[in-house]
């Protein structure tokens, strides 16, 4: 699959053993499978979690019966899967809203692709996942993106994230189900229960999203933030944002610098904790928060967003608060 023929590969014996240790440890195990078989191998050592899925051959019962059985979560990284069979990440690096916030070297590496095994069929992917949800598999989102690469491209870290997101909708998950996949179910799984939702008490790491991704995913990219005094002078979007301007007429939410280090859906969070100390930027999102209660109208056009501390440049969701949460706007739960 990732052109090492006759790489060594530990026994299933030791892999169990070691799944074993870990568990006496309390740690969470997360096992790495790209074929059919592996995947079958693996299974049986009682690990927690896959990341990757096969693309060696399309789902069997067999393989999603055993998967739903061994009550594993599931990291697809489907954005790998189809940069390893051949196809870039170009379509991405065309968006406007993502190549801007990228530098350059990242650029060259998402408009690349693995190519390793080009006789694959990504669509096997799509019809795995759409199985996995079917048998009712937690379904995490996630991408393998390293470093930027263009030999092992087709991926950039945080941007991919969105394209994974459309591409679990592909596949079958609703947009809803897609954003939670990026942020509660995660955080559900890896015990960070102090993120990944709004509610009191949570961590208030906060965008916004221009649109309604909780219809239409491929919204997400357009994020932007609300409290523009953190970071005016660097993303200058975001001071029209706040001037009400047309969305037509609005700059990016991106650095006028030369050199934006931070790529793509960190936006304007990124340079409020560059500035001012993580407890501050808690306190203006949680402020916002408060005035977002004491009005009788949202501000038009935008979803409130909750975004994971646990990866960078995590991707962005669309949040509506239960009975409990501080959000009066009519948003949607993760």
């Not at 309604?212 to 001071?239: E, W």
């Amino acid at each position: 699959m990732l052109a090492a023929p006759g790489l060594p590969e530990l026994s299933e014996e030791v892999f169990t053993a070691a799944v074993r240790e870990a568990h006496a440890h309390d740690k969470l195990v997360v096992a790495h499978a790209l074929t059919y078989d592996a995947t079958m191998r693996m299974l049986r050592t009682d690990a927690d979690g896959f990341t990757h899925i096969f693309l060696d051959r399309p789902p069997t019962d067999e393989i999603v019966n055993a998967i739903a059985e061994a009550e594993v979560f599931v990291i697809p990284c489907l954005v790998l899967n189809r940069s390893i069979t051949g196809t870039t990440g170009e379509d991405l690096a065309a968006d406007p809203r993502v190549s801007l916030r990228l530098d350059e070297a990242w650029l060259r590496a998402l408009n690349g692709s693995f190519n390793t095994w080009p006789e694959g069929d990504f669509e096997f992917s799509l019809q795995t996942v759409a199985a996995l949800h079917r048998a009712g598999v937690p379904i995490l989102a996630g991408t393998d993106a390293a470093g930027p690469d263009e030999h092992h491209g087709g991926l950039a870290q945080g941007a991919s994230l969105h394209h994974e997101l459309q591409f679990l909708v592909r596949a079958g998950l609703t947009p809803v189900e897609a954003l939670r996949a990026a942020t509660s179910v995660p955080a559900s799984y890896f015990g960070l229960h102090d993120r990944g939702v709004i509610r009191p008490g949570a961590r208030a790491d906060l965008l916004l999203v221009h649109g309604d991704p909780a219809s239409t995913i491929s919204d997400t990219p357009a994020t932007t933030a609300r409290n523009c005094s953190l970071c005016s002078t660097r993303y200058p979007g975001c001071a029209d944002v706040a001037a009400g301007a047309p969305a037509a007429s609005r700059r990016p939410c991106t650095p006028t610098g030369p050199t934006n280090s931070r790529s793509s859906a960190a936006g304007c969070a990124a340079a409020a904790s560059s500035r001012r100390s993580r407890s501050a930027v808690r306190r203006t999102a949680r402020d916002w928060a408060r005035s977002a209660t004491s009005s009788s109208a949202p501000s038009p056009g935008f979803t409130a967003c909750a975004v994971s501390e646990s990866a960078t440049n995590a991707a962005p969701t669309s949040t509506r608060p239960s009975s409990t949460s501080v959000y009066a706007s009519s948003h949607y739960d993760t």
